[in-house]
């Protein structure tokens, strides 16, 4: 499929005549930063510590919900307990110790030439990530230099983190701007189907081993090998969007 005829079967089935592209939003694990690996081997530690039977596959495909939505989940259905709100606090606070004694997850290759692309273009960035950990949103300033703004949506502020597209229509809130004003950038299928389902522009990246085929299925309109390949098409996607007015 041309990048005309992806552009022309999302604004069918939105109903949108058009765009005017202002913002990005950006997830973070797996996007900004290279740390799935340490955040599944830190899932896995915490499971077996309690008992539950997991592998890391099952945290990839988990990525993009809550800390405390994941431990509810994985305990139910693992020991077949019923984990309070405070507990599921605190099991999160020692799966992030986990997470930490695993040393800093790396920049992800091609995301800072993706935010500055961004920039350059004048499309505002904002972050939207399921994470809990002030850790990783700590380092964002640090590693990306004004390249993000002050709106931004964690999940110290939804209820339902993805697959539920509150995490994006907050976003969209906070940035004041209209699903046909965004594009989305995400690595998981849940990350997929909430930007989808908020009614976004969603560009998918397999920087781990979600294949492209399961971001497709959730729901991505492109689907790109790694944040290197979008930072080089992203002028030429924006230009088109951009022709494309609403």
């Known amino acids: 499929m041309t990048l005309q005829q992806t552009i022309a079967q999302y604004l069918e089935y939105t109903g949108h005549k058009g765009f005017d592209i202002h913002a990005a939003l950006i997830d973070c694990d797996g996007v900004l930063y290279d740390s799935m690996k340490l955040h599944t081997q830190a899932w896995v530690k915490l ?100 390249l993000f703004g002050d709106v931004k949506v964690t999940g110290h502020d939804v209820r339902k983190g993805k697959p539920n597209p509150e995490p994006y229509l907050k976003a969209m809130a906070k940035a004041e701007r209209k699903s046909n004003q965004c594009i989305v950038i995400e690595n998981a299928p849940l990350g997929v189907q909430a930007a989808h389902a908020a ?18 299925k959730a729901g991505a309109d492109l689907v790109y090998k790694n944040m290197d390949e979008l930072a080089a098409a992203l002028p030429s996607l924006l230009v088109a969007l951009t022709v494309i007015k609403a």
């Not at 009614?199 to 497709?216: A, M, Q, R, S, W």
Request: net charge negative; hydrophobic share 35%; glycine share 12%.
């Open 47 to 146: 499971m077996k510590k309690n008992g539950i039977k997991c592998t890391r596959d099952e945290f990839y495909e988990l990525e993009g919900m809550t800390g405390s939505e994941i431990i509810k989940m994985k305990f139910k259905t693992g020991a077949g307990k019923n984990i309070t709100d405070d507990e599921a606090h605190a099991l999160y606070g020692v799966k992030n110790r986990y997470f930490r004694e695993l040393g800093e997850a790396p920049v992800m290759p091609g995301a800072k030439r993706v935010l500055e692309v961004l920039k350059e273009a004048d499309v505002d960035r904002v972050l939207v990530t399921g994470s809990q950990q002030d850790t990783i949103l700590e380092r964002i300033e640090k590693d990306f230099p004004g």
């Open 199 to 216: 009614g976004c522009f969603t560009i998918g990246v397999t920087t781990g081993p979600i294949p492209e085929k399961d971001l497709l």
